[in-house]
């Protein structure tokens, strides 16, 4: 019954499929940090090493392609406006974040991602077509078979899929659309959805020569699980779990994120340690400061003024002030809501997750802090600096254990550095680091190479030939990106680590 429905598609173009693993498809962007559908999020995926990015294609009135997942953009965007009844210029004027796909594929080829386009409405996949002409990796596909089989009678030379609901028998759907990769939207499927994927699945699949895309998951130990099934591709909402740096990968290198993985979140937020952590950085950097009450909290500016809502001292204000501000919408509407983190609640959570923390003082007291971190026994899960050298001498006086950051250039040399506070950990800038790691090296020191600089993929080659046993940067995707393209030169390659 099956084999007598439409022949499958046989597509011109493979399915991408980077150095033999799932590709990382994400799900309407890295829409877990961002906007879902707009370039911004479309950025951050490529950033947190996406390899595709999956669209949800409509047409304006006026027949342009433009991405947005539901029929009208109220919902994400506000403006309650028809796509299909409304022009893009309107659509434009009214709800700029929506993206066409010419502006999509122009991103895209910038940063040599792929697309993964779920067709939404009638007339969407042949529209599409002409654009994708010369775009190498991409793939169409729809939950409704009669669109699949629209493009697919549209001459589409790339990969088209049916996506699969649960209880649906994938290839029942495969052959009453003639799609030639099943793409299994199982996520709510319980607890382990990848249990689903069966042995007997696969080999059905197999036999008829069907490519297979999973559902978009965010659950690490699911997406540990589907990372080993044959599989096209992956389509996650945060990518960093798939691509971000795997336990074993680069041991060497201690990877200390500045203030959270900032460029994408709010610094010093509970949103940007967690992506810091997920991208596999062993330590986060953060700074903090004294309550008027006493409490201490996580921020980097004396005032709330830059990174908040409101204004005003921190010094000035308690606890119950600072937590009523917003601390995430200066950044982006979509980090609206977060909050001001104390530093027990920031330690909290890099305990859970079993990393490790570098805390800079700015203005809090020498005594609460280091009693703070004694209660919940992380003394030798952090390490500390401050731009006041009185605060690290009595620092080193109150806490001979505790482990201690400084730099040369702050003391007459690096001798005089042991004399006074005794450091185990040397931070040196770029331009300093072939003359002052070596002074580090042989005094038992650990260096630690600080960039806050430009985003420019020769330094971080540099950096990466350098390979420091620490560094403290905002980048540590740029980084990691730079290991991963010495190793693959060497013939290594992610999916080898454990």
């Known amino acids: 019954m099956i084999d007598a429905m439409i022949p499958r598609h046989q597509p011109m173009i493979p399915f991408p499929k980077p150095h033999g693993r799932p590709a990382c498809i994400a799900h309407r962007g890295a829409q877990a940090h961002a906007t879902q559908n707009t370039l911004r999020a479309y950025e951050i995926a490529a950033d947190l090493g996406a390899d595709m990015w999956e669209i949800d294609l409509r047409l304006t009135a006026d027949g342009v392609p433009v991405s947005c997942h539901d029929a009208s953009t109220a919902e994400v965007f506000g403006p309650a406006l028809q796509i299909s009844e409304t022009p893009f210029a309107d659509l434009r004027a009214a709800v700029p974040l929506v993206p066409s796909l010419a502006e999509i594929l122009t991103l895209a080829k910038a940063r040599d991602c792929g697309l993964y386009i779920e067709l939404k409405a009638p007339g969407a996949g042949p529209a599409a077509l002409p654009l994708l002409q010369g775009f190498g990796a991409a793939a169409l596909g729809s939950f409704d078979s009669a669109l699949v089989r629209e493009v697919i009678e549209a001459g589409c030379d790339w990969p088209v899929s049916v996506l699969v609901r649960i209880g649906e028998d994938p290839l029942a759907r495969a052959a009453e659309s003639g799609a030639d990769t099943v793409h299994l939207c199982w996520e709510r499927a319980g607890e382990r959805p990848q249990d689903l994927v069966t042995p007997e699945l696969l080999a059905r699949l197999g036999a008829r020569d069907l490519g297979l895309v999973l559902w978009h998951e965010e ?16 389509c996650t909402d945060q990518p960093e779990l798939m691509r971000g740096r795997r336990p074993g990968e680069f041991p060497e290198v201690q990877f200390v994120c500045h203030r959270g993985m900032n460029h994408i979140a709010p610094e010093n937020t509970h949103a940007a340690a967690l992506l810091a952590y997920d991208m596999g950085c062993d330590w986060l950097e953060l700074d903090v400061h004294e309550t008027t009450d006493g409490e201490i909290v996580v921020h980097h500016d004396q005032t709330v003024d830059r990174c908040s809502d409101g204004t005003g001292a921190i010094a000035g204000m308690t606890l119950a002030e600072l937590k009523a501000l917003d601390i995430g919408s200066w950044k982006d509407p979509h980090f609206s809501g977060q909050r001001i983190q104390t530093l027990r609640e920031a330690i909290t959570l890099c305990q859970s997750l079993g990393k490790r923390m570098y805390i800079e003082n700015k203005f809090a007291s020498v005594e609460k802090v280091w009693a703070l971190v004694c209660e919940m026994g992380f003394q030798r899960d952090c390490f500390f600096w401050c731009w006041n050298m009185d605060w690290m001498k009595a620092l080193r006086a109150l806490a001979p254990e505790a482990l201690i950051k400084s730099n040369i250039s702050r003391h007459a040399s690096v001798d005089q550095m042991i004399e006074e506070i005794a450091p185990q950990i040397c931070e040196i800038m770029l331009q300093d680091w072939d003359r002052e790691a070596p002074l580090c090296r042989a005094r038992g020191i650990i260096p630690m190479l600080q960039y806050f600089g430009a985003p420019d993929p020769a330094v971080f080659d540099r950096i990466a030939a350098l390979r420091p046993e620490m560094i403290n940067l905002d980048r540590a995707d740029l980084l990691l990106e730079a290991l991963r393209r010495q190793g693959q030169a060497e013939g290594h390659f992610p999916s080898e680590v454990a």
């Open 219 to 234: 659950r690490p130990s699911v997406l540990a699980d589907l990372e080993k099934l044959p599989a096209l591709g992956i």
